[in-house]
């Protein structure tokens, strides 16, 4: 056994929270702390804690853990109701970026005809962009007291089923590449996996509803909804090719109306805060290695957040505004669908893997992570306190 990972976990754990709490004290959520914790303590600054295959699998575990509380936490009705407006803002989410990302490739590079090598490369830097990790939303959400309401959750919706359409999209863009790929078995397996998720979930919600009333706040109801997570993660992953924060956030919902699911939730948040959720954030920073930048990579990624962040404020706050909601929410909504993380990293690994994506453009990527995940927390708390002042006002 490697005892370096209880050096590193202690680096990180110090470093995170020590970082939170300054964060926290600049009025920034803790989350933007313990990024910056990541990014020192990583190989870019300091070099005390190497990126390892143990953090990768903490780092997910993290961020599994913090969707199935965010899934405890959604309030079931809400969800109902923003369901076919999460639906318009995440197709919205997909497209503009999608064109966005491919323009920018080819004002870098030029225009190449369809079917070409550099064809593929434009239209899969769009695919990157169309990648949206909402779980440093939910945690900046979650800080702020308005993961609950109407706008956090339709963040929350269009955040899941933007995924969803993403992937679908990697599928269909590598399809052009590799014909023995079949984008139509991916689109199946997408809504079978929803069917089975509906289906399962009735029958868990009776059984869970069944014994939380015999036997409330019982340990082993929180540990049965931790296990129901894990399995939901894994079926998700493994046999329908979804997400597993997808399984995982199913599973919250399907457990989120039941007497004790904030019984659960607050379970679940004990390990998330002490462990697991630390490592999360502060291995994006991990990923980060600025010493191979050059200024033509500069520039391009610099291009790149720019059109990445403006990309999904314009296409989901547009959309938003258009399905009525308030301009500031709309502004919200936009905000809150620009982080990007795990998802965007696992599609320019599957472009990598695939000779669509140089390894070079890998530090854009790291890049646009670094800067959406420090920027969204900031910029939502500025709306809202903007908001709560014009309230009192």
Known sequence: MA????????????????????????????????????????????GWVQQSEFILEAAEIGV????FSAGLGTNLKELKETGPVAFLLACCGVFVPLVGGTLLYMGFYGASPFGTEG??????????????????????????GKLQGKTGTTILAAAIIDDVIGMVV?????????????????????????????????????IFQIVD????????????????????SYIAEHYFGIADITGAYVAGIILCSINDSKFIADKIDINS??????????????????????????????????????????GCGLMARCCRFSGSDSLKIGIGMMTRGEVALITAQKGL??????????????????VSSISTPILLKMLYGRDEKKQIA
């Open 3 to 46: 005892y370096d990972i209880f050096k590193d976990l202690a680096i990180i754990i110090i470093a995170a929270k020590l970082f939170g709490l300054l964060a926290n004290k600049c009025k920034a959520p803790q989350v933007v702390g313990q990024i910056i914790a990541g990014l020192l303590i990583g190989p870019s600054v300091l």
């Open 64 to 67: 599994v853990l913090l969707m």
């Open 213 to 232: 009333e015999k036997y409330p706040h019982s340990k082993a109801i929180s540990i049965a909804g931790l296990a129901l997570c894990f399995g939901l």
């Open 170 to 206: 990697l599928t269909f863009v590598i399809g052009f590449k590799k014909p023995d790929a079949n984008p139509g078995k991916v689109a199946l397996l997408t809504l079978a996996f929803f069917a089975f998720a509906f289906v399962v979930g009735i029958i868990m919600y009776k």
């Open 273 to 314: 805060y002490m462990l697991f959720g630390p490592v999360f954030f502060a291995s994006i920073g991990l990923k980060t290695n600025i010493s191979n930048i050059t200024a033509e990579i500069l520039l391009f990624s610099l291009g790149f957040v720019v059109v990445a962040l403006i990309a999904k404020i314009i």
């Open 353 to 370: 893997a695939a000779g669509m994506l140089e390894p070079v453009y890998f530090t854009s990527v790291i890049l646009l992570i670094i």
């Open 119 to 144: 064809f593929y490369r434009a239209v899969f830097i769009g695919v990157i962009m169309t990648a949206t990790s909402v779980s440093i939303t939910v945690q900046a959400l979650k800080e702020l």
